[in-house]
Structure formats: structure tokens, C-alpha cells
């Protein structure tokens, strides 16, 4: 039986993607913290391990001591990292810094698996142009504007400098989907009959959602060829107001008041969110960083080479994959 290990196994994508494992007969390792919420990760099936990726030392000893166990992973799924931090060297240190001490530690230690697949990020390649909203193609040189996105292509840089060394890089769009909370802050003020829209000009966005992601990392860890990288997204392109009126036909919501907020305002509103998190000591949904990321107009991406290379046929369009989450949402007493 094959292994296979997810990190950032008890957040949101990662949960999916533990399920994935067990469903296709993997002995599947969930990464975890002390802290880590396991309400997702209930399968007695199981395998629970908390790796120190700030100790290099510490964590190539856990390494070892699995290797002398007879444990190795086939597969490394790596999920962990951060969206959002009160502190900006965060950023790095978690996006970028957990990948090089891990990769680093399984090579000391030739627990090298037989492919890592990083979850990457489509703001490491930055928006596309905004004039002609072109679709940001991988042959496109990248330009992240945000610390996220600048963290999520460090580390992407890091693995294609190794040499021989087995990657797959997926860098999916804005995901979503049941136990998302961000995208769920959206849809809870449209319940209420208001969608905030960022900026008056037009914005053009895509989406995946979280199992057709999940579906995504499996086909191309089957299909065997690596050293190779993806952005991900249904292939659709989308407006807020498709968004809104999505949610609000599954809300059975018939009237939304659109407000847009001038981008002057939410820049003001970020800085003042991200102070009152440094004083409460929890991040903001809503922080400059992300404010780079919502500022801009164009997140479409060019998903030809997934089509072509892993055959993706996409289960959700957007207004599917709404209809579902939110009634996952009502079903466990979030809406």
C-alpha cells in the first residue's frame, strides 16, 4: 500500500484531501500541530504525525527515526502554509521556509519520496492584464504583487533548483467550497442582502472548487510526470455579479443591494483591520496583503496545459459548486 503524506492536513483544503487519500487506498499520514483542529479528521484510519519544520535539526531526527521504522512516504502532498499573518516575515518564514527545511531534511536524510507536490498559489504568478483580460499564462514572467504570492514563488523557485528532485507544483485559483471561511463571509452578507464589491471598475475572477482541486492533485500524481507545474481553475471566467447571484439563488435571496467600495476606502480599512489584529492578537480576513490581491482587476488563468496534459474535466462550474457548499453550510449551522 502505497503512503502518502498531508501536510496542513486540518485545515480546509487539506481535510479534502485526506479524504481523497483514504478513499483511493492510501496509508495516509495527516501532518498536524499540537493545536490543530481534528474535526474533519475523524477516519480511525488515520495516521497522525506533528513534524517541527522550524527545527531543522529536531525535524531531520523525526526523520530519521521513521526511516529506521521502516516509514517512508510515496508521496508528500504539502498543504501547509499561510493566507494571512499579522506579521509580514510570516509570510516567508511559513510559505518558504517550511519548504526548504523539509525538502532539505528529506534529502539528508534519503527520505526523498517519489513525488512532492507543493500547493502553490495563482498570486505567484500575479494578476493578469487588465486592459484586454487575457488569461495569465504559465508562459507569462511572473510579477506577484502581494507578500503571499512572492512567498508561494520563492518556494516554487526553490524546488525547480533542485536537481533531480520530483515535483509537481499546482497553483489553483480562488478555491471554495463546504468549511471555507473566507469565500463563507461573502455569501453570509449577501444572505443578509448586501455584497461588498471591491472597486468600481470591472474585475474579472475565476474559481475551483475544493474537490475538483483534490481531484486534480491525484490525477497528476497518477499520471507520473513531474517536474511539472499547473495553474488550476474550472476554466470559466467570472464577474462578482455572477457570484452574487449564484449565492443568492441557492440563498432563495431575491434582492442583494450591490455596494462598491472604493479601493481608497478598502486600503484604509485594511490597515485599520490589521492594526486592531495586532492588537487582539489574531489575524485579519481583511489585511493589506490581501488588499493587494482584492485590488486587482484580472484572475483569469490559461488551464490548457491541465487539459491537454491530465485530461481535467472540471465536476463544478461555480453556480454548482455553490449550490453545494452552501447547502453544506445550512446542513452543519453555519447559514
Known sequence: ??????????GFIGSFIVEKALSEGYETWAGIRASTNREY??????????LDYFNPEKLIQQLKVLKL?????????????????????????????????????????QMVPTCFVLMSSLSAWGAGNEEGFVPVKQTD??????LYGKSKLKAEGYLQSIPNF?????????????????????????????????????????????????????SAIKKGEYRKAYFVSDGKEYSS????????????KKQVLQVKVPL????????????????????????PDKYRIIKQRNWLCDITPLQQELHFVPEYDLEKGITETIKWYKENGWL
Open 264 to 287: 481608497f476606502l478598502l486600503k484604509i480599512f485594511a490597515y485599520l483591520s490589521q492594526a486592531m489584529a495586532g492588537i487582539i492578537g489574531k489575524s485579519s480576513t481583511l489585511n
Open 41 to 50: 479528521l475523524q477516519n480511525k484510519n488515520i495516521r497522525f504525525i506533528n
Open 1 to 10: 500500500m502505497a503512503k502518502i503524506l498531508v501536510t496542513g492536513a486540518g
Open 141 to 146: 514572467k511572473p510579477h506577484p504583487e502581494s
Open 69 to 109: 521504522n521502516g516509514e517512508k512516504w510515496d508521496y508528500i502532498i504539502h498543504n501547509v502554509g499561510v493566507t494571512k499573518s499579522i506579521y509580514s516575515k510570516d509570510f516567508d518564514r511559513f510559505n518558504y521556509g517550511i519548504v526548504k527545511n523539509f525538502v532539505m531534511a528529506l534529502i539528508k536524510t
Open 166 to 218: 520530483s515535483y509537481i507544483i499546482l497553483r489553483p485559483t480562488g478555491v471554495y467550497g463546504p468549511r471555507e471561511k473566507d469565500y463563507f463571509l461573502m455569501m453570509k452578507s449577501i444572505r443578509y442582502g448586501i455584497d461588498f464589491v471591491p472597486g468600481s471598475q470591472r474585475q474579472m475572477l475565476s474559481f475551483i472548487y475544493v474537490k475538483d482541486l483534490v481531484n486534480v492533485i491525484f
Open 241 to 252: 455579479e455572477d457570484f452574487r447571484r449564484y449565492v443568492a439563488n441557492a440563498l432563495g
